[in-house]
């Protein structure tokens, strides 16, 4: 079964400044990745996706972005933090090609000051 | 119209009551359902898929319409452990994306 690792678990960041958040996936290989946000109180929002190294889907106009050096990392950053970037960011991964079943990572709990 | 519509409760509710929750969803195409849970400051974690036949694990029954394009999820004998959002979750129009409601919050009271 595949293990998701995200870090930092928690971070505290003033306004302004960069972001650099990390998804690593153990337990499977070449699989469908997704970043999401999940502000306080609400659902989850799809940020970003990947179906392989190099390739990022953006799914919503924003300051963040995504990057996936490997074909098991997925890297979220942003040069310059805004306050509503405060919220919930969970990476998740597809098991395999024949389901839709998505597993997700611990999550990182930002909050920009 | 939201794509995944559900009740945000939240649904207070004595141990061992039979509760149920609905959700309703727009993209007919939709082929894959499920419902996840989510304990407070946590990931969501996927509590079951739901097939055309309806299926059960356990305590928990979900069930789909498809002509209403809409799934439920029956929890018998509810526990205190049970206290979660539950997540009404479909595929998008893409197979790729999922799709998730805001979720149905569960309190279950001793």
């Known amino acids: 079964s595949q293990t998701i690792h995200q870090w930092p678990a928690t971070l505290v960041q003033p306004v302004g400044s960069p972001l650099s958040l990390e998804c690593t996936v153990e337990g499977t290989s070449n699989p469908n990745l997704y970043w999401y946000r999940q502000a306080a109180g609400r659902g989850l929002q799809l940020l970003f996706y990947?179906?392989?190294?190099?390739?990022i889907s953006s799914e919503v106009p924003q300051n963040l972005s995504a990057s996936r050096p490997q074909d098991r990392q997925f890297i979220l950053s942003s040069k310059k933090l805004l306050l509503s970037d405060s919220g919930f960011y969970l990476c998740?991964?597809?098991?395999?090609?024949?389901?839709?079943?998505?597993?997700f990572g611990p999550g990182t709990r930002l909050t920009v000051t | 119209r939201k794509e995944v519509e559900q009740d945000p409760g939240p649904f207070n509710v004595p141990e061992g009551a039979t509760v149920a929750f609905n959700c309703t969803y727009s993209?007919?195409?939709?082929?894959?359902f499920f419902w996840y849970r989510q304990d407070c400051r946590k990931e969501p974690k996927l509590l079951m898929s739901v097939y055309s036949s309806g299926n059960e694990d356990g305590r928990f029954t979900a069930q789909l319409n498809r002509a209403s394009q809409y799934i439920s999820l029956l929890i018998r004998d509810s526990k205190l452990s049970d206290s979660a959002t539950y997540l009404c979750?479909?595929?998008?129009?893409?197979?790729?994306?999922?799709?998730f409601g805001a979720g149905t919050i569960l309190r279950v009271k001793s």
């Open positions: 993209n007919s195409a939709s082929q894959s």
């Open positions: 990947s179906v392989g190294i190099g390739q």
């Open positions: 998740a991964s597809r098991r395999y090609s024949g389901s839709y079943e998505q597993y």
């Open positions: 979750v479909v595929n998008g129009e893409y197979g790729n994306k999922l799709v």
